[in-house]
């Protein structure tokens, strides 16, 4: 370690946490853009960043009535970097939203799956969203039309056959990735291709490669991009 | 309210990652320190310069509240020099800037759009990941912040040029497993050819998908066997 590292470090150190957080939503937002499948939900960081964006709404509230040529124009720019906070968000809960529409069976089994451990697929709100929208949605079906089926066929979820009914995403789609610190070889199944990710390198390759790095989703030694 | 768009991220939402990048600017009016969701802005005192995100820097610009201090490499001088490169070298892109010393593992890694490679200090020789777009935004709102903005603009249309003939030259390289090596690569770049790089590779996949198939299941047979040849000399 020489004495670049050892400033490095403090100076990452001394980022505040606010930045800390809009470096990670952005990488968050970008990922869950890009990537085929839904990324679990970056609960601790989303709980502080919405707290902070409704501090600020009031903060914004309070001083519309201000007058003064000077706070008006630190209005307007509080303001503006505050939309674009809430454009991050929403685009983040809308792409989700999509996928969770996509596949809802196979998230829903996915989140079942994945509630004892530390990171939870859905947020509470995306978990209400999606089971009374399941419970709308086949209560529909049965009474127009699988009520009249033989009792064999009603079901949505059907896995017999040695074909499933439950559709997924497609985990072998390419996807742009940047390796955030050295990951070493890496192996696509099924082929001949290895190769070595180091820190920096852009690659183009299938998301079931690298999804166990990628950030959200795994260790977060590789964005994509 | 699902996103109707498809995955992979549009222009206007390059434009507005790389409006998260810090630029250099002189500003031309004191203004306070604000407490931004993003972090604190230090205060503004002309003449010293600061560096701003980008999206605040044509905030004050455009209200002529400062000056923008365009990035080291965005002049005749460095464009010329990086031109050249890129046509010389006609299988690669240009090299990104060198990477700021490697944070300790506990700490969030930082990568564009903050990495401060677009400031009036920044190394002058490399095109930062946000190049097309950045100088797009600064000769659109501060072309009399350059010293020469035509020729820039020139410079930046010829870099463009080259770099699509490549990224369509890399077409040639894509196969169904992918893997395919793309340093250097700019955002709007990654944001255009994603849908055809994509496409190429996944369709290639789905022709090969039955034989990739095979192989798999040839590996696991296979390391079912050397499972099973272990557990014999165990036995032994």
């Known amino acids: 370690m020489d004495i670049d590292d050892l400033l490095a470090e403090v100076v990452v150190d001394a980022t505040p946490r606010e930045t800390r957080d809009l470096h ?20 601790d960081l989303m709980d502080r960043v919405l707290e902070r964006i409704r501090k600020q709404i009031e903060l914004v509230e309070d001083q519309t ?8 124009f630190e209005l307007i720019i509080i303001q503006t970097e505050l939309e674009r906070f809430k454009f991050l968000v929403r685009s983040l809960l809308r792409a989700r939203i999509k996928k969770i529409d996509a596949h809802p069976l196979h998230v829903q089994a996915l989140h079942a799956a994945s509630l004892n451990t530390p990171q939870p697929l859905f947020s509470p709100s995306e978990h209400q969203y999606l089971t009374s929208h399941q419970t709308l949605l086949s209560t529909h079906y049965s009474s127009s039309f699988l009520g009249q089926f033989p009792v064999s066929l009603q079901r949505l979820d059907d896995t017999t056959g040695g074909i499933s009914m439950i559709d997924k995403p497609d ?11 050295d990951i070493g070889d890496i192996f696509v199944e099924g082929t001949d291709r290895r190769f070595e990710m180091k820190r920096g390198d852009v690659w183009v390759v299938r998301w079931s490669a690298i999804r166990q790095w990628v950030v959200g989703a795994g260790t977060g030694d590789v964005e994509l991009i | 309210m699902a996103l109707p768009l498809p995955p992979g991220l ?3 939402e390059i434009a507005f990652l790389c409006e998260m990048e810090l630029v250099t600017v002189i500003p031309r009016q004191r203004l306070e320190g604000l407490e931004l969701l993003g972090g604190r802005v230090k205060p503004l005192n002309p003449p010293h310069r600061t560096s701003l995100p980008l999206w605040l820097a044509l905030l004050l610009k455009r209200q ?3 000056n923008i201090l365009p990035p080291s490499w965005l002049n005749t001088h460095s464009l010329t020099a990086i031109l050249d490169h890129e046509t010389d070298h006609d299988e690669t892109f240009s090299p990104p800037p060198r990477l700021p010393p490697q944070s300790s593992n ?9 990495l401060s490679n677009n400031t009036s200090d920044a190394a002058p020789d490399a095109l930062p990941y946000h190049w097309l777009e950045l100088g797009e935004m600064l000769l659109e709102a501060a072309s009399d912040d350059f010293e020469d903005p035509d020729n820039v603009r020139k410079l930046l249309r010829g870099l463009r040029e080259v770099r699509m003939a490549k990224l369509r030259s890399y077409v040639e390289k894509l196969d169904a497993a992918g893997g395919v090596k793309m340093n250097g690569i700019g955002g709007m770049e990654v944001g255009e050819g994603r849908a055809f790089v994509m496409g190429v590779i996944d369709g290639l996949r789905k022709i090969a998908a039955s034989r990739e198939q095979q192989r798999k299941d040839r590996d696991r047979d296979g390391m079912e066997e050397g499972d099973y040849d272990d557990d014999e000399m165990e036995m032994q």
Not at chain 1, 65 to 72: A, I, L, R, S
């Open chain 1, 24 to 43: 990670e939503l952005t990488r968050s937002w970008v990922a869950e853009r890009v990537a085929p499948e839904l990324l679990p939900w970056p609960a």
């Open chain 1, 65 to 72: 009535g201000n007058m003064d040529p000077k706070t008006n």
């Open chain 1, 171 to 181: 985990e072998d789609k390419a996807v742009f990735a940047r390796a955030l610190r």
């Open chain 2, 10 to 12: 549009t222009p206007p």
């Open chain 2, 64 to 66: 002529r509240r400062a």
């Open chain 2, 106 to 114: 506990n700490t969030l890694p930082i990568s564009p759009p903050f």
